[in-house]
């Protein structure tokens, strides 16, 4: 921006704002000089109050998904195509795992995983592609996504995601066509290993370093950034065991006990900076009480990995003589996962519990695109306790285990039907993140124009 010496130049600076239709602020900042002809205008509007009840009238919700009013059709959708469409992605597939692997099981219940499994894969494909354009269409956005305190979390959905689909190439396609794709399932798993890493280590970096964020704004939605490398670690265990190779085999158990090391823990911390928010803060707003349930992800896959481990070491220590001044390590391991698994399942219970009593006290909340973070967390809470049924041979688990399932169904069924009715009226295409990254350039405009008022005061 040039600066303003000569004393013929004029300065004048307009901050308005105006309440009309859509209660919308325009920050219109001008800047004119009479010797060089400079004018400067720069005009944003940003939308005052956009609610995230997606629920709400069409009236109030027609111009308030937009970061741009004059855009429309395909291109408005790509644009507020967020990551967390990926959820998506994250509560079908786990339906296709649990289906497929339920203690009562038949025929006609693999077929029905077996078509969780296609449209999994036709969502993740279709949501990739989306979120490719958006980002070669609008590059700028990237730096919007990460700027958003909450939005940016979502990213680890698009890992999660991925591990379903590669459990599934395991658990279904490689029986059916065999040994090929489970080293296509192998290859997968350690890519999608790396970005989790990746993901996993900008996000908690970004909640330490980048921005602060008060611990009343806090909700579980931070366990995403810890999910992927904890589903890499279950996933590890699944693969493991249908490898071919033992020194594969091996190698894998070690990298998936590590993957382990590097999240579960810290969801413990995260878990209890949660609880000390939920103790000295208000209740949780409405819009983030759908994140209540996300506690039982890393505790069930926590667990579940762990019994998986087990099972691994006893087949491959054998064959590998691993840590050979022990002669039952693999014993010792496989006893220690499943107690350890146990007790991190009882800890699921007492946030489930406590899910559902903030639940019932929030007295209904809005439909949006978080409902579908109730499925995945009963659903790897359902995996993990029919895995602990197997073990125990418990009739108690496995029946516990298939209500879970049942209920995560029912609400994959009811939270798909609200999806499809939203996003054909296009409320269902809103991205947090533009709205915050809109908020943040209209503070900068106008502390632009207060230091520019000063200096024509001066």
């Known amino acids: 921006m040039a600066d303003i010496n000569s004393s013929n130049e004029q300065s004048t600076t307009r901050v308005r704002s105006s309440q009309a239709g859509n209660m919308l602020e325009d920050i219109d900042i001008s800047r004119r000089s009479t010797g060089s002809s400079i004018e400067r205008e720069i005009t944003i509007v940003v939308p005052d109050q956009i609610s995230s009840n997606n629920n709400s009238s069409s009236e109030k919700t027609n111009n308030k998904w937009d970061y741009d009013p004059d855009e429309h059709g395909f291109r408005r959708i790509v644009r507020n195509f967020a990551p967390s469409w990926f959820i998506i992605t994250m509560?079908?597939?786990?339906?296709?795992?649990?289906?497929?692997?339920?203690?009562?099981?038949?025929?006609?219940?693999?077929?029905?995983?077996?078509?969780?499994?296609?449209?999994?894969?036709?969502?993740?494909?279709?949501?990739?592609?989306?979120s490719g354009l958006r980002y070669a269409m609008?590059?700028?956005?990237?730096?919007?996504?990460?700027?958003?305190?909450?939005?940016?979390?979502?990213?680890?959905?698009?890992?999660?995601?991925?591990?379903?689909?590669?459990?599934?190439?395991v658990l279904v396609c490689a029986p059916a066509w065999g040994e090929g794709w489970v080293t296509a399932a192998w290859v997968l798993w350690w890519f999608n290993s790396v970005l989790s890493l990746a993901v996993f280590a900008h996000l908690t970096f970004a909640v330490i370093n980048i921005s602060r964020t008060d611990l009343s704004a806090m909700s579980a939605i931070w366990l995403l950034s810890i999910v992927p490398a904890a589903i890499a670690s279950a996933s590890g265990g699944i693969l493991a065991r249908a490898l071919p190779n033992p020194q594969n085999q091996l190698l894998t158990l070690i990298i998936s006990y590590i993957l382990w090391g590097t999240s579960i823990p810290l969801a413990f911390?995260?878990?209890?900076?949660?609880?000390?928010?939920?103790?000295?803060?208000?209740?949780?707003?409405?819009?983030?009480i759908v994140t209540v349930l996300l506690p039982l992800a890393p505790?069930?896959?926590?667990?579940?990995?762990?019994?998986?481990?087990?099972?691994?070491?006893?087949?491959?220590?054998?064959?590998?003589?691993?840590?050979?001044?022990?002669?039952?390590?693999?014993?010792?391991?496989?006893?220690?996962?499943?107690?350890?698994?146990?007790?991190?399942?009882?800890?699921?219970?007492?946030?489930?519990?406590?899910?559902?009593?903030?639940?019932?006290?929030?007295?209904?909340?809005?439909?949006?695109?978080?409902?579908?973070?109730?499925?995945?967390?009963?659903?790897?809470?359902?995996?993990?306790?029919?895995?602990?049924?197997?073990?125990?041979?418990?009739?108690?688990?496995?029946?516990?285990?298939?209500?879970?399932?049942?209920?995560?169904?029912?609400?994959?069924?009811?939270?798909?039907?609200?999806?499809?009715?939203?996003?054909?009226?296009?409320?269902?295409?809103?991205?947090?993140?533009?709205?915050?990254?809109?908020?943040?350039?209209?503070?900068?405009?106008?502390?632009?124009?207060?230091?520019?008022?000063?200096?024509?005061?001066?």
């Open 138 to 169: 609008y590059p700028e956005l990237w730096g919007a996504l990460f700027r958003d305190h909450t939005g940016r979390f979502f990213v680890g959905a698009v890992p999660t995601g991925l591990f379903t689909i590669i459990n599934m190439m």
């Open 269 to 288: 911390i995260i878990l209890v900076l949660y609880f000390h928010r939920l103790t000295v803060h208000e209740m949780l707003s409405k819009e983030a």
């Open 299 to 458: 505790l069930s896959l926590g667990g579940f990995a762990l019994m998986q481990f087990g099972r691994v070491a006893i087949e491959v220590f054998p064959k590998t003589h691993s840590i050979p001044l022990v002669s039952n390590a693999a014993d010792i391991l496989y006893v220690l996962g499943f107690i350890s698994a146990l007790i991190m399942w009882g800890f699921g219970i007492v946030w489930f519990f406590l899910a559902l009593a903030m639940l019932i006290q929030s007295r209904g909340f809005p439909f949006n695109m978080g409902w579908w973070g109730f499925i995945f967390p009963i659903g790897v809470f359902a995996l993990s306790t029919f895995t602990l049924g197997e073990e125990l041979e418990s009739k108690f688990f496995n029946v516990l285990g298939t209500v879970l399932t049942g209920i995560a169904v029912l609400l994959w069924i009811i939270v798909a039907i609200g999806t499809v009715k939203g996003s054909l009226t296009g409320k269902m295409f809103y991205a947090p993140c533009l709205e915050t990254d809109m908020k943040l350039k209209e503070k900068k405009l106008k502390r632009l124009a207060a230091r520019m008022a000063g200096h024509n005061n001066a």
């Open 91 to 130: 509560s079908t597939g786990i339906l296709s795992i649990i289906i497929h692997k339920l203690p009562y099981n038949g025929h006609w219940l693999q077929i029905i995983a077996t078509i969780f499994f296609v449209l999994n894969v036709v969502l993740f494909i279709t949501f990739s592609v989306m």
